[in-house]
């Protein structure tokens, strides 16, 4: 199943998650590409999203607006449907419209391809991006280990080259983008969120190195991917240039 946290608020774009996408509200399109994959369920934080998908046919629960986090909406999202521990939960940000589907997919086959037991904590995917990208502090970027397991995520260029950007070194260990999508088990998307929040995740905004501290596997796919996440109106008005010009 996928679950699509949904917070009306953002301080960077208000309201962003209504903003139109070929017509219809960014949630809505997010939502819809979504499906082609999986069920869907928005879990929403107000009553105004939930009349939107409801408007639209998209299956919605409403959650508590205190959750500082998407995935802590997920969770409470997982109880409210009673989903069982072994259900694979697939969790897409809100801002995701142009996420390729088969990118979804590929997380959901990756966190199926083992079972419940030896499933990894959690499960993300990264792609390989352009120097002139790495400063963005919008565009998280993640380190990894031998097992493709993740280091460490952060908004600022990591790992930092000493020797600049023509380092022989980036040619075989680029520098990699973080995609805002999450693949867990019901059981381990209740453990993530009964862990103590960490302060790297307060200080970075990011919720994932709270996995990171308390040293749970994150393992990463590494994919192709255009999609672009949406932080602010300017993000909005490149993706649909940029998926004006692919179509």
């Given at each position: 199943?996928?679950i699509?946290p949904?917070?009306?608020?953002s301080?960077r ?6 903003a139109?996408?070929?017509g219809?509200?960014?949630i ?5 590409n979504?499906q082609k ?6 879990a929403?934080d107000?009553?105004e999203?939930?009349g ?5 046919k998209?299956?919605?629960?409403l959650t ?14 997982v109880?409210?449907l009673?989903?069982?521990a ?7 940000q ?7 589907t088969?990118?979804i997919?590929?997380?959901?086959e990756?966190m199926q391809s ?24 919008n ?6 280990d031998?097992?493709?397991e ?13 020797e600049g950007?023509?380092?022989?070194l980036?040619?075989?260990?680029p ?6 999508i ?11 969120c009964?862990?103590k929040?960490?302060?790297?995740e307060d ?6 190195l709270?996995?990171?501290y ?8 590494i ?5 672009i996440g ?8 490149n993706?649909?240039?940029?998926f004006?010009?692919?179509?």
């Amino acid at each position: 199943m996928i679950i699509i946290p949904a917070r009306l608020d953002s301080s960077r774009f208000p309201k962003k998650l209504l903003a139109p996408i070929n017509g219809i509200p960014m949630i809505i399109a997010t939502a819809r590409n979504a499906q082609k994959v999986d069920d869907v369920v928005v879990a929403c934080d107000s009553s105004e999203l939930l009349g939107i998908c409801e408007a639209h046919k998209i299956k919605a629960v409403l959650t508590s607006t205190q959750h500082t986090s998407g995935t802590d909406r997920c969770a409470e999202a997982v109880k409210i449907l009673g989903l069982k521990a072994d259900e694979i939960i697939i969790n897409v940000q809100g801002d995701e419209p142009f996420l390729e589907t088969a990118v979804i997919a590929l997380l959901k086959e990756k966190m199926q391809s083992r079972g419940f037991q030896n499933a990894p904590f959690m499960g993300t995917c990264a792609k390989i991006i352009e120097k002139t990208q790495i400063h963005d502090t919008n565009l998280v970027k993640v380190i990894l280990d031998k097992n493709s397991e993740a280091i460490y995520f952060s908004r600022l260029p990591i790992p930092y080259s000493r020797e600049g950007m023509d380092n022989p070194l980036l040619e075989n260990y680029p520098y990699l983008g973080h995609l805002g999508i999450y693949g867990f088990s019901a059981g381990s998307l209740e453990e993530f969120c009964s862990l103590k929040k960490s302060p790297l995740e307060d200080i970075e905004k990011l919720e994932q190195l709270r996995a990171i501290y308390h040293q749970k596997p994150i393992f990463v796919c590494i994919v192709s991917s255009k999609s672009i996440g949406i932080d602010t109106p300017q993000d909005l008005q490149n993706a649909l240039k940029q998926f004006k010009n692919l179509a």
